[in-house]
């Protein structure tokens, strides 16, 4: 038997996570920067509503119920084919939601003061929040009609290159090289981060909900870290696409044969290598007093110490808790990626890797990558 409550809130959350799984297959074909980074953050917002539902769901149940099992449910009944229509539908979607709820609480005295009344509220309150969000809505290249092919679409004022073609400006002037450096992690490395992560879990169906919500926070991280570097990118003179982009990092992930290669590749690896760049530079540039530079990377810091995490954890889940499956996958990943052209050159910073979760031979093989990476350049 099931009882009332149980339902509602069993049916709310497979809405809810049939449009998740719908909002995550956005940014790839979104054009604009600013609609991918939009999308990064409701897919948080959704992820954190679902989250709270699934938490009381799991209070609800008593020995003569059982979890009913809804799978996620979305009806589409248009085309959402175009960046307008995909923010209009996200809204009314999450209105639909909120008049629910509202109904329901209306409907349902006997929840007065009950826990599941804190649960909805603070779905509701999430829900106004993603309406809010979406309504920074941006008609750009709103008449291209929206298609994801072998890569990620990018903006037409961007000048999209391979990464070995990629020749940076030179100049002696400080602020111009960190112009330079910004514009890139921005726009090649935290930008395509939001639509791998979004990847994972939409290509992924069978993995625990706990994985999809641990990337969504991702997504959010990445959404935001992208805004923060083109913001200082702006206020030390430059601008968004004043110069070429390229798209490596989501390149490199096609190398993984399985998750478990991927997650390797990309969390644990990459977000590995970057954490310790994030690390010295923001010692680097307070070193520099440019503390407005230094604190945006310290912050970033503390973000892929979380990515790492998820990607250890992620890794040992795939390898069924095999630790050495684990690394003998993380050396896989390694070998594809500087097959690639990846050459991690920072020292590693073992403090940091330790927080995240990394195993003493894991940080091992990082700095034996390291190592090889200095003697051969």
């Excluded at 809204?91 to 939601?97: A, D």
């Excluded at 979406?134 to 990620?152: C, G, M, S, T, Y």
Aim: a negative charge.
């Amino acid at each position: 038997m099931v009882s009332d409550e149980l339902k509602f809130f069993s049916n709310l959350q497979s809405e809810l996570k049939g449009l998740f799984l719908e909002v995550c297959n956005w940014p790839k074909s979104f054009y604009s920067t600013n609609h991918k980074v939009i999308t990064g953050r409701a897919i948080y917002l959704l992820g954190i509503c679902i989250d709270n539902l699934d938490t009381r769901i799991k209070e609800l149940i008593t020995s003569e119920e059982k979890i009913p099992n809804n799978p996620p449910s979305l009806i589409i009944k248009e085309n959402l084919n175009t960046a307008q229509k995909r923010f209009f539908f996200l809204t009314s979607k999450c209105k639909e939601y909120l008049d629910k709820i509202d109904n329901y609480l209306e409907d349902s005295e006997g929840l007065r003061d009950h826990p599941s009344i804190s649960v909805l509220l603070t779905v509701k309150n999430t829900l106004l929040n993603t309406v809010e969000l979406a309504n920074k809505f941006e008609r750009v290249n709103d008449d291209i009609p929206l298609e994801f092919k072998n890569q990620p679409n990018r903006d037409q004022k961007y000048e999209l290159i391979r990464k070995r073609e990629y020749i940076p400006p030179r100049s002696e002037k400080l602020s111009d090289k960190l112009m330079v450096k910004l514009h890139q992690i921005a726009l090649c490395v935290e930008l395509s981060a939001i639509e791998i992560c979004s990847s994972f879990i939409t290509d992924n169906p069978d993995m625990p909900w706990e994985f999809y919500f641990d990337l969504s926070r991702q997504c959010y991280d990445e959404a935001r870290h992208t805004e923060m570097l083109i913001k200082r990118v702006e206020e030390l003179g430059g601008k968004d696409g004043m110069l070429p982009i390229f798209l490596d990092i989501w390149e490199s992930i096609q190398l993984g044969e399985n998750l478990a290669e991927k997650i390797a590749i990309q969390q644990v690896i990459q977000e590995g290598h970057g954490l310790d760049s994030d690390v010295i530079f923001t010692e680097y540039m307070a070193n520099l007093k440019d503390y407005e530079t230094a604190a945006i990377f310290d912050y970033i810091t503390v973000d892929e110490v979380s990515h790492v995490r998820l990607g250890c954890k992620w890794l040992i889940y795939l390898c069924k808790g095999d630790k050495d499956q684990a690394l003998i996958t993380l050396d896989n990943a390694y070998k594809k990626l500087i097959h690639h052209g990846y050459r991690p050159k920072m020292p590693v910073q073992e403090k940091e890797r330790i927080w995240a979760g990394m195993s003493e031979d894991q940080i091992a093989k990082a700095k034996e990558v390291v190592e090889k990476t200095i003697k051969q350049s």
